[in-house]
C-alpha cells in the first residue's frame, strides 16, 4: 500500500481537537468521590500531630485519613525500579508518615463529595510541623552540616556510579597540548504536561475487583507495581486503563502517591473516587528534570583532536528516589559522553544525591541532554580557545561512517550513522560560511551576532532487556504487540506502547497496514488497557516505533505466512510458490497472478476452519514479544543564529537549521512535529525555563506566572532537514524521534548565545541564559559594547 | 483550582452595584475577572460576594470629542485595542491594551479591572500616570474624579473606596506637536512588564514644552520621573538630551522590586533604556502629529 514514508494526516487528531478526547478528568461515576490532597508547606519538617477533626466535621466530608491510615491499611512503599549497585533507597509512602520532605509532601487526603468541598476540608486539616534544616543543593548534601533528608542515608547520598578507563583517561590528560575546565549547572526543569496528572478509581466490592484510571505512558507497570507493591491487589483482579493522554515528557512514566491513595480510598469507602492535581500540585509533585551540578574536563591535541574527557557530576534526586531515577544520570548519561567524536579517554563519576526538593526523573530527553549539554560545550569552548571553527572541530573528531558498528569506551555500540553526510547537509543548509562572514559584519558594526553549532547522539529505543537488567531494571525492556484479523479482514491492534500525543493510531495503522495490504481504513489501534492489550511497557525513551512497532511487525509476520500456509492449501500449490502481495493484499501463486486469493477472503477461511491444512489451528490473531539487541543512535546537526541586544542582553533566535538521522522515517509529518516540538522544548531550557527553590525549599518558580515556557511567537520557522542510516537493529530501521529535538537544540542556543559573547570574553554562563544574567556578565566586563575580536579566526 | 464558596450577584445598575457594594462588607467586584478569579481559585483572594457589573449597560464606552477621550470602566483591552478612533485621538492607548496579555486575556480583560487592581507590573497604570489621567469613581453619594497620579496608592491598593466603582478613565487627546510611547519588557512567562515605560512629550517650534515619563514594573507602584520630564522642558530633544533625560530615571527609582527573573538593579537599567528608546519614539509622533 505504501503508508509508511508518507505523511498520513493523523486519525486521532479529529477526537482531538474537536474536543472529543477522554481524559481521566472527564470521568463521572455515579457516587464518585473526590480527593484532595493535604501537602506540607514545608521543605523539611517532622509532623508532630495531625488533626482532623474539623475537616471530618464539615457537611459533605466523608473521610480524612493520614499517611498513618494507609500504612495501616495496608499500603506499601512506592519502590524504586532502577537500582544500580549499592544503591539506598529511602522509603517512600504514598502520603508520609513521619516527616514532609518536601513541599507538596502528602500528609493527608480529603474523600468529598464535590471537589470544592474537598478544597474546604484541606485548609481545615491543622498539621503541627517541627521545620527542620533544609538541603537544597546537590553538591552540599554531604557537608558536615547539613541535615539527613533520610536519617538512614548517611551523607544523603544514594548511589555513585562510574564508567571509563580512568587510566586511558589520565593518560589523555598527561599527554594533552590543551585542557579545557568547565563547570556547570543544567538547571532544573519543570514537566508542566498540558493535561495535569489525574486518577479515579472504582473498587467493585461483590467481585474484588479494582479498576484504576489515571493519565500514564504506562499502565501496565503501573498496574504491575500496585499489584506487587503499593497496592496489593492481585493483577488479575486489577486494571489500569491510560485512556487519551494529554503530554507527559516523561512525567507520566513514574508511579505516584495518588495513584496509590485513590484506590486505596475507592476501596476504603467503597465509592468510586476521583483525583485531579491542579496545575499548582503539579508544580509540586510532578517529577521534575535535570539538575546536575558537573565539573568536567576536555583533553585535546592542539590540531583540535579531541583525546581525553573527565567528568564528575552530582545529580540531584530530590527527596525520594522516583520510579526510574537512578537510570537518568548512570546509563543514559555518563553512557553517552563520547558523543559523536571517536576520543578513547573518557572517564564519567557522579554522586545521587537526596535533597529536600521535588524528586527528579526523567524529562525529555533524560540523562542524553546533560551528557550533549556539557559535551557540546566543551567542544565549543575547546574550538575558541583553539582558535578553530565549531563546525571543523566536530568534522575532526567524528566517528567515520565506515567505522559502524562502532564500540565507544563507554558500553554502548553505536549501530549507524553518517555524522559527516550529516553535517554537510546541515551546514549546506544553513549556508554556514555566509552566516559566519554575515556574523563578521554584524561585529564589525557593534552587534552581538551569534552562531550556534550541536552535533548530539542519543541512546534511543530502549532496550535489550538483559542488559537494562545489568544496568540496574527490575524488568524487562522488550514490547509486545498483537494484530488480530476479524473474520472479515477487519485488524485490530493491540499494543503495549503507549501514545500520549505521539500519534501510535496513526504510525501503528500505518506499519500494518504495509505488512498486510489491508487500507489503513481498516486498522484499529488499542492501547493503554490493561483489560484489552498483553502487558507491555509502555512509551519513553523513543521507543514505541523501534520496539513497539517491531512487535508489530513480528506479528504481522506471522499473519502472513499462516496466510499463505491456507492460500496454498485452496489453491493446492506449495507454500514456497506462494507470494503474499503487500500492495494489493492477496496471495498468489508465482508466475500465476490469477490464482490468488484476496486477505479477506482468507481471514474469512481462517475462522470457518472448513478448509484448513492439516494441523493448522482455526483463527488469525499473532502475538509478538519484541527484545530489541541494541538500543538505537540518533543524531544530529543543529545550527542556531541568535541576536543579543546589548543594552538589554535580551536575545533574539534569528534561524535555527535543524538535520536529523532517526533512521528510516515511518511518518515525516510526525516525525517533523515531534522534531519542531523538541526544539521548542529545549530551547525552553536554554533561554527561559528554572525550576528555582529558594534556601529554605520553598519553589519561587511554582506557576506559569513565574515559569517561562516557550511560545510559539519566540521561534523563527524551523529550517529542517534530514538524511536517513536506518538502524540495523529492527526490521523498520527506525531510531526515535521523540527527543532528539530536545536534546539537540539547548546547547545549540547556549553555544549560539555564548558565541555572541565571546568577542566581550565571556566564556561561559548557565543556563537559562536571561537578559538580566547576560546583562549582569556584559556589565562585569566593562563596557558593554562589543570590542573587534578576530574570532575563529585562525590562519 | 477551586475557589471557596461566594455569593454571586449580578447587578443590571450601577446604583444596584453600588447599593450591593455597601451591604457587602469584603465584597469585590467581577468585571473581566482575569485578575480576580485566578486569585480566588489559589484562594489567595477568598471574598465572600462577588458583584458581577459585566453587564452593566453603558459602562464600556468610548467617547473622543477634540480635547478628551473617555473610557469607560468596562472597556476591554480588545476595544481599546482595535478602535479607530481612539488610534487617531490618542494612539499610545492601543498600543498599550494590545501589549496586555494574550487575546484572550484582552477579549475579557476591562481597563476599569486593570486600573482598580493596581498590579505594579500592569500596563494600563503607566500609561495612565503619564497621560495624566483623571479616574472617574462612583459611589452612592455620586462621582469624584481622581488624578491618575493621587490613585495609585500602594501594592494592589488604590484610592478607590469602600462601596465605590471605577466608572470612567479619561485622557486628553493629542493636539499638534504631542507625541506618547509606551514600551515594555515583557515578563516570558506573564506577559506582565518586568519594566513598562510610557513616555509623553509636547513639542513647541522644536523645543520640548511638557513631558510625563511614568515607569511601571520597578518599583510597587508605578511612578512618574520627574526629573527626567525637568531635563528635557526647555530643551531641543537631541541625542544628548534624551540620553540626560534616561539616565535620571535610573536615581529616581528606589528600592526596585527583584525576582528569580529580573534583579532590583537590571529593572533600574532597563527603565533607563526604556525611557531612552520611549522618549525617541514619543518625540518622533510629536513632530509627525499634526
Known amino acids: 500500500m505504501g503508508y509508511v514514508g508518507s505523511s498520513v494526516k493523523r486519525v486521532e487528531d479529529p477526537r482531538f481537537i474537536q474536543g472529543k478526547a477522554s481524559y481521566v478528568g472527564n470521568i463521572i461515576m455515579p457516587g464518585m468521590v473526590h480527593l484532595a490532597i493535604k501537602r506540607s508547606p514545608y521543605a523539611h519538617a517532622k509532623i508532630k500531630k495531625i488533626n482532623t477533626k474539623k475537616a471530618k466535621a464539615l457537611p459533605g466530608v466523608v473521610a480524612v485519613f493520614t499517611g498513618q491510615d494507609l500504612l495501616d491499611g495496608g499500603c506499601g512503599p512506592l519502590p524504586c525500579g532502577w537500582n544500580v549497585p549499592d544503591i539506598k533507597t529511602p522509603t517512600r509512602y504514598a502520603l508520609t508518615v513521619d516527616k514532609a520532605r518536601h513541599v507538596g509532601d502528602g500528609v493527608a487526603v480529603v474523600v468529598a463529595e464535590d471537589p470544592y468541598i474537598a478544597a474546604d476540608a484541606v485548609e481545615l486539616i491543622d498539621v503541627s510541623y517541627q521545620p527542620l534544616d533544609v538541603v537544597i543543593d546537590a553538591r552540599k548534601t554531604t557537608e558536615l552540616e547539613a541535615p539527613l533528608v533520610h536519617d538512614d542515608i548517611s551523607e544523603n547520598t544514594s548511589y555513585e556510579w562510574a564508567l571509563g578507563d580512568k587510566a586511558v583517561c589520565d593518560k589523555a590528560f598527561e599527554e594533552a597540548d590543551h585542557i579545557v575546565e568547565l563547570d556547570l549547572t543544567n538547571q532544573r526543569l519543570i514537566p508542566n504536561a498540558m493535561e495535569p496528572r489525574a486518577c479515579v478509581a472504582q473498587w467493585t466490592d461483590t467481585t474484588e475487583e479494582m479498576i484504576v484510571w489515571t493519565a500514564s505512558q504506562n499502565p501496565q507497570l503501573i498496574r504491575l507495581l500496585l499489584s ?38 475507592s476501596r476504603a469507602v467503597n465509592r468510586p473516587a476521583k483525583w485531579v492535581a491542579t496545575r499548582s500540585e503539579a508544580s509540586i509533585t510532578d517529577s521534575q528534570g535535570r539538575d546536575h551540578i558537573t565539573v568536567a574536563r576536555m583533553a585535546l591535541k592542539k590540531d583540535g583532536e579531541i583525546t581525553g574527557l573527565h567528568v564528575s557530576t552530582w545529580a540531584n534526586m530530590g527527596a525520594y528516589l522516583s520510579t526510574l531515577a537512578p537510570l537518568i544520570p548512570t546509563a543514559l548519561y555518563i553512557t553517552l559522553l563520547a558523543g559523536l567524536y571517536r576520543m578513547k579517554g573518557i572517564w564519567g563519576e557522579m554522586w545521587g544525591t537526596l535533597t529536600n526538593t521535588v524528586p527528579v526523573d526523567a524529562y525529555r530527553g533524560a540523562g542524553r541532554p546533560e551528557a550533549s549539554y556539557l559535551l557540546e560545550r566543551l567542544v565549543d569552548i575547546a574550538a575558541h580557545e583553539l582558535s578553530i571553527d565549531p563546525v571543523e572541530i566536530r568534522v575532526k573528531n567524528f566517528i567515520g561512517k565506515d567505522e559502524f558498528p562502532y564500540q565507544t569506551p563507554l558500553a554502548f555500540e553505536y549501530d549507524s550513522g553518517d555524522y559527516h553526510a550529516l553535517f554537510e ?27 550556534g553549532i550541536s552535533g548530539c547522539i542519543e541512546a534511543s529505543g530502549p532496550a535489550p532487556s538483559a542488559v537494562a537488567g545489568s544496568l540496574g531494571f527490575a524488568l524487562g525492556l522488550w514490547e509486545s504487540g498483537v494484530v488480530r484479523v476479524h473474520p472479515t479482514g477487519k485488524v485490530t491492534v493491540l499494543t503495549g506502547s503507549h501514545s500520549h500525543g505521539q500519534g501510535h493510531e496513526t504510525t501503528f495503522a500505518q506499519i500494518v497496514a504495509d505488512e498486510l ?56 500449490a506449495a507454500e514456497e510458490d506462494m507470494v503474499y502481495d503487500r500492495a494489493e493484499g492477496k496471495v ?41 539487541a541494541n538500543f538505537t543512535f540518533p543524531n544530529s546537526a543543529h545550527i542556531v543564529q541568535i541576536e543579543i541586544d546589548p543594552e538589554t542582553g535580551e536575545v533574539e533566535l534569528q534561524r535555527y537549521v535543524a538535520v536529523d538521522d532517526v533512521g528510516n522515517v515511518i511518518n515525516p509529518m510526525i516525525v517533523e512535529g515531534q522534531i519542531q516540538g523538541g526544539i521548542a522544548q529545549g530551547v525552553g531550557q536554554a533561554l527561559w525555563e528554572q525550576g528555582v527553590y529558594d534556601e529554605s525549599g520553598q519553589l519561587l518558580t511554582g506557576s506559569l506566572m513565574e515559569y517561562a515556557l516557550p511560545r510559539a511567537a519566540s521561534f523563527p520557522k524551523f529550517e529542517i532537514g534530514r538524511i536517513e542510516t536506518p538502524s540495523p537493529h529492527n526490521p523498520l530501521g527506525v531510531k526515535g524521534a521523540g527527543e532528539m529535538g530536545t536534546i539537540a537544540s539547548t546547547v545549540a542556543v547556549a553555544n549560539a548565545v555564548m558565541d555572541a559573547l565571546a568577542p566581550l570574553n565571556i566564556r561561559h554562563l548557565d543556563m537559562p541564559l536571561t537578559p538580566d544574567k547576560i546583562w549582569s556578565a556584559m556589565q562585569k566586563v566593562g563596557e558593554a559594547k562589543t570590542a573587534k575580536v578576530e574570532y575563529f579566526g585562525g590562519e | 483550582m477551586y475557589s471557596a464558596s461566594f455569593d454571586y450577584y449580578r447587578p443590571k445598575t450601577l446604583k444596584d452595584a453600588i447599593a450591593l457594594l455597601k451591604k457587602n462588607k469584603d465584597a469585590k467586584l467581577l468585571a473581566g475577572g482575569h485578575s480576580l478569579l485566578p486569585a480566588m481559585k489559589l484562594r489567595v483572594s477568598s471574598p465572600s460576594t462577588l458583584i458581577d457589573i459585566g453587564r452593566i449597560k453603558g459602562l464600556d464606552r468610548i467617547k473622543v470629542s477634540k480635547s478628551t477621550v473617555r473610557m469607560g470602566g468596562l472597556t476591554t483591552h480588545a ?52 497621560l495624566g489621567a483623571d479616574i472617574t469613581v462612583t459611589g452612592s453619594r455620586g462621582k469624584r474624579k481622581v488624578a491618575a497620579e493621587k490613585f495609585f496608592v500602594d501594592l494592589f491598593t488604590t484610592a478607590l473606596k469602600r462601596g465605590e466603582v471605577l466608572t470612567e478613565v479619561s485622557v486628553p487627546a493629542m493636539k499638534t506637536g504631542q507625541g506618547a510611547c509606551y514600551l515594555k519588557h515583557r515578563h516570558p512567562a506573564s506577559s506582565y512588564a518586568v519594566v513598562g515605560v510610557a513616555a509623553y512629550v509636547s513639542l513647541k517650534e522644536g523645543v520640548c514644552s511638557d513631558a510625563t515619563i511614568a515607569i511601571g514594573g520597578a518599583t510597587t507602584v508605578p511612578m512618574v520621573a520627574d526629573g527626567a520630564a525637568d531635563a528635557l522642558v526647555g530643551n531641543a530633544p537631541t541625542v544628548k538630551v534624551i540620553e540626560g533625560a534616561a539616565q535620571t530615571v535610573a536615581e529616581a527609582i528606589e528600592d526596585p522590586l527583584g525576582d528569580v527573573y529580573a534583579s532590583g538593579e537590571y529593572r533600574t537599567h532597563l527603565a533607563t533604556v526604556l525611557t531612552r528608546r520611549a522618549l525617541t519614539e514619543a518625540f518622533k509622533r510629536a513632530k509627525r502629529q499634526k
Not at chain 1, 486469493?597 to 475462522?607: H, I, M, R, T, V
Open chain 1, 228 to 265: 506487587a507493591y503499593t497496592l496489593l491487589i492481585p493483577e488479575h483482579r486489577l486494571r489500569v486503563i491510560s485512556p487519551d493522554v494529554g503530554g507527559g515528557f516523561g512525567s507520566k512514566i513514574f508511579h505516584y502517591p495518588e495513584e496509590v491513595i485513590t484506590p486505596w480510598v
Open chain 1, 588 to 628: 498468489y501463486v508465482k508466475g500465476s497472478p490469477d490464482k490468488s486469493k484476496p486477505f479477506a477472503e482468507l481471514a474469512f477461511a481462517s475462522y470457518t476452519a472448513h478448509n484448513l491444512p492439516e494441523g493448522l489451528d482455526p483463527g488469525l490473531e499473532e502475538i509478538s514479544f519484541y527484545d530489541p
Open chain 1, 425 to 451: 547537509k546541515a551546514t549546506s543548509l544553513a549556508d554556514y560560511a555566509k552566516m559566519r562572514t554575515d556574523q563578521t559584519d554584524a561585529r564589525d558594526n557593534g552587534r552581538l551576532v551569534g552562531i
Open chain 2, 79 to 130: 476595544a481599546v485595542e482595535s478602535s479607530k478612533e481612539l488610534a487617531k485621538a490618542c494612539p499610545v492607548l492601543g498600543e498599550c491594551a494590545g501589549l496586555i496579555g494574550d487575546l484572550q486575556v484582552r477579549n475579557r480583560g476591562t481597563i476599569g479591572g486593570s486600573l482598580a487592581h493596581a498590579d505594579p507590573a500592569a500596563d494600563y497604570p503607566t500609561v495612565m500616570l503619564a
Open chain 1, 517 to 572: 495490504g489491508v487500507p489503513m481504513t481498516d486498522i484499529e489501534v488499542v492501547h493503554g488497557d490493561s483489560g484489552r492489550i498483553p502487558f507491555g511497557m509502555g512509551t519513553y525513551g523513543s521507543r514505541s516505533a523501534s520496539v513497539g512497532g517491531s512487535a508489530l511487525v513480528k506479528s504481522a509476520e506471522k499473519i502472513r505466512a499462516k496466510l499463505i500456509k491456507i492460500a496454498a492449501h485452496q489453491l493446492e
